[in-house]
């Protein structure tokens, strides 16, 4: 995998767990225009890499993601029309390449998520915060919509359509502990363990038989929109019938009689 990014920091701390840091730490890791670029080029390698099981992203630093620079955020008034649509279609796109990473995401959030940083957060399937964590939907404080790259999705089916309503047409900072008492946040845990504890979890969900956690992933964002329960079950009932086809459901049960680990191969 490509280590020579500028904004970013690539490391495998633990096996098959990918740590992602947004590497800008003296501009609060604010997004830039190469960052976005940086970030596509690492998601498609990410998502075709089999020996990736878990990704975990967090900011280097005090901070999080402090949003869009301001540095590139200025260039955009002079952006034609379409070169803003080209431009916003791009970088929303980092957003859902994240969301549809084949790997379970855990954003381990350290300070301000402010804005973009709001949006990567929410792009992960797993959020942990440090008591730092705070959280904004900074977009509608600087003259623009706060509905941007995938908010307006993703922040009501996470805390509901009353909290998300508030958190993005005041702008407000939500702190740990509220983020996590309207479940923004899985869980807030003390700074000097929130790496710790991410990587855990990943390693945790990185134990599990690779084609399982696949298809878990990939029913969660299906029936999250589910019109029926029926229509749930039936994407369910496919995938519980492709995964006993599997080498690794056998090897599960002969693990499960034998009191022994299995050894997974992705079959």
């Known amino acids: 995998m490509d280590a020579s990014y500028k904004t970013l920091a690539v490391e495998r701390p633990r096996d098959s767990v990918l740590l992602l840091r947004l590497d800008r730490p003296r501009r609060l890791n604010a997004i830039t225009f190469e960052m976005f670029d940086e970030l596509h080029a690492l998601l498609a390698e990410v998502g075709k890499d089999e020996s990736v099981r878990t990704v975990v992203v967090t900011g280097t630093g005090r901070a999080f993601c402090a949003g869009l620079d301001l540095d590139d955020a200025e260039k955009l008034p002079a952006m034609s029309a379409n070169e803003m649509m080209l431009g916003q279609e791009h970088w929303a796109g980092a957003f859902e390449a994240f969301h549809d990473l084949p790997q379970p995401v855990i ?13 990567l957060a929410l792009a992960a399937d797993i959020r942990l915060a440090d008591e730092t964590a705070r959280f904004n939907a900074a977009f509608v404080r600087i003259g623009l919509s706060a509905g941007d790259v995938g908010v307006s999705w993703s922040l009501p089916r996470v805390v509901g359509l009353g909290h998300a309503a508030e958190i993005m047409l005041s702008g407000r900072f939500v702190e740990a502990e509220e983020a996590a008492r309207i479940g923004l946040v899985n869980r807030v845990v003390p700074a000097e363990r929130l790496l710790e504890e991410a990587l855990d979890l990943a390693e945790q969900i990185a134990s599990n038989s690779p084609f399982g956690v696949t298809l878990t992933k990939r029913v969660l964002m299906t029936n999250v929109d589910a019109g029926s329960l029926r229509g749930a079950v039936e994407v369910e009932n496919r995938g519980q019938t492709l995964a006993t086809r599997g080498a690794d459901f056998k090897e599960s049960l002969s693990a499960f009689r034998e009191k022994r680990t299995p050894k997974f191969t992705g079959g």
Do not use: E, S, T
């Not at 954003?107 to 949006?119: D, E, F, I, K, S």
């Open 107 to 119: 954003a381990a959030v350290n300070g301000a998520a402010a804005g973009g940083g709001l949006g």
